[in-house]
């Protein structure tokens, strides 16, 4: 069994660290995050994820799952080493390096004076960025060369909201290896999982996981397309897709119209790849529609409420889910944050109600009354907007809507089938 070492513990890092504990091997879970290291520490998630806590727990009463503030010293120890902090978005929409950098001086601390670690980029990063930003980290810090040290890259696909089972079993592997001794390396780690897995090199990794988001995006954001032209139509877009579906070349999964998509990944994933393609010469228009549709695909929402509510102004309006999207507590780029502002703007008094969400809102965004209860959220208010598919949403029936002054339900996440929508409310959405 091997001795790991995961530095960032967000969503994937931790559902890295839990696969690889639960496989046997002994995993050093590092972040400079006090807060996250004393409740790993303690055996509790840092952070909301289904089925996160139980196994942290199990896994650090057998001593699996270890803690630790401090990078050189696990690396020290480890065989193998994954990069997974943050790699947000700079304000021009370029990819931001410093967590990784940082990470990787002080991964290089811990390599000094040691042969043959693997160190595996599991963040998202853009084709050259392990040749310019990590490599040279590791080796100013090591004194060691690339080769003394091994090098991966194995872009993580996990969804948050499923992101336990996504990593215990994953889809399929992508390694991206500097060498045949370093994919060796990292396959025999993941031996024991039964999924497609392609070695290839490291830009190529790098590249893929880019290509994957840059895709799923745009199939939501052409969803979102056919679904606001339809309206205008007066068509049903639900219908368009089933039949458009039925094509074996189309799979229907993304393909769902809503508010637009959010989140840690899909948003900066995109912004990273039209910069870079700008950066070498080539204006990427269908990824930067694809953004621009998504930028004001909320206001699809906003003008159905106003369609019945106009004006908005003193009215009270209830957002029923403030994540990104059901099964999460990450409000990065949430549609909640878009809706709220303008809803602000026009007047509007908001009141915000999530499951798991809502501290993470609070501290993203001020000027929104936050429920402790769906019911609370819903009391005395003249709409609701639902922007994220909790399935706590779906179980909301005329009994809860009774408790609105007018129920009138905006849904921006496809909450019922046209035959389950509960009776009694004035029920719009979008496409
Ligand atoms: N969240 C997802 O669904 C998802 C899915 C696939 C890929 N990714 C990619 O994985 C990477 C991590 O994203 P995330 O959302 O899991 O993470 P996150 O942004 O939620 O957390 C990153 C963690 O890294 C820690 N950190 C920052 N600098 C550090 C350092 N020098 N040493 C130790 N820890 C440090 C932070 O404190 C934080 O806890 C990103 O590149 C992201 O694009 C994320």
Not at 264 to 291: H, I, M, N, Q
Not at 389 to 414: C, H, N, Y
């Amino acid at each position: 069994m091997a001795r790991i070492a995961v530095i960032g513990m967000g969503y994937t890092g931790l559902g890295t660290s839990i696969a690889l504990a639960k496989r046997g091997h002994t995993v050093t879970c590092v972040d400079t995050n006090p807060e996250k290291v004393t409740l790993l520490s303690k055996g509790r998630s840092p952070l909301f994820e289904p089925g996160f806590s139980g196994e942290i727990a199990a896994l650090s009463r057998r001593h699996r799952l270890i803690a630790s503030i401090d990078t050189p010293a696990p690396v020290r120890d480890a065989d193998i080493i994954f990069l997974s902090v943050g790699t947000p978005s700079q304000p021009d929409g370029s990819l931001d390096t410093t967590q990784l950098g940082a990470a990787c001086l002080s991964v290089g601390e811990g390599l000094r004076g040691r042969r043959r670690q693997l160190v595996v980029v599991k963040s998202t990063v853009v084709p050259g960025t392990t040749e310019s930003v990590v490599i040279p980290a590791l080796e100013s810090k090591s004194s060691l060369h690339a080769g003394d040290f091994g090098v991966c890259v194995n872009p993580e696909f996990l969804r948050e909201g499923h992101a336990l089972e996504d990593s215990l079993r994953p889809s399929h592997i992508v390694i991206g290896e500097r060498d045949r001794a370093s994919g060796n390396a990292l396959l025999r780690i993941y031996a024991g999982f039964a999924c497609p897995k392609v070695r290839t090199s490291v830009r190529i990794a790098e590249a893929v996981k880019y290509a994957t988001n840059a895709f799923l995006a745009t199939k939501v954001t052409f969803a979102n397309e056919l679904a606001n032209i339809c309206t205008r139509l007066g068509l049903d877009v639900d219908e368009v897709l089933r039949g458009m579906s039925l094509d074996p070349r189309i799979n229907p999964r993304h393909l769902v119209p809503g508010v637009g998509f959010g989140g840690s990944c899909f948003p900066k994933d995109l912004r990273a790849l039209v910069s870079l393609s700008r950066g070498v010469g080539y204006e990427p228009f269908l990824l930067t529609t694809t953004l621009s549709v998504n930028e004001r695909q909320h206001m699809e929402a906003v003008r159905l409420l106003e369609n019945e509510l106009r004006p908005l102004s003193g009215k009270r309006v209830a957002i029923l889910g403030l994540a990104f999207k059901g099964g999460t507590d990450d409000v990065r780029e949430s549609k909640a944050l878009a809706v709220a502002s303008e809803l602000l703007l026009r007047g509007a008094h908001v009141v915000g109600y999530d499951p798991k969400a809502a501290a993470n809102f609070t501290k993203a965004f001020r000027g929104v009354e936050i429920a402790a209860t769906v019911e609370d959220a819903l009391r005395g208010s003249d709409a609701c907007i639902i922007q994220a598919a909790w399935p706590e949403f779906s179980r909301l029936g005329p009994k809860q809507f009774a408790l609105m002054q007018t129920p009138i339900v905006i849904d921006g996440r496809r909450t019922w089938t046209p035959r389950r929508v509960p009776k009694g409310i004035r029920y719009r959405r979008i496409g």
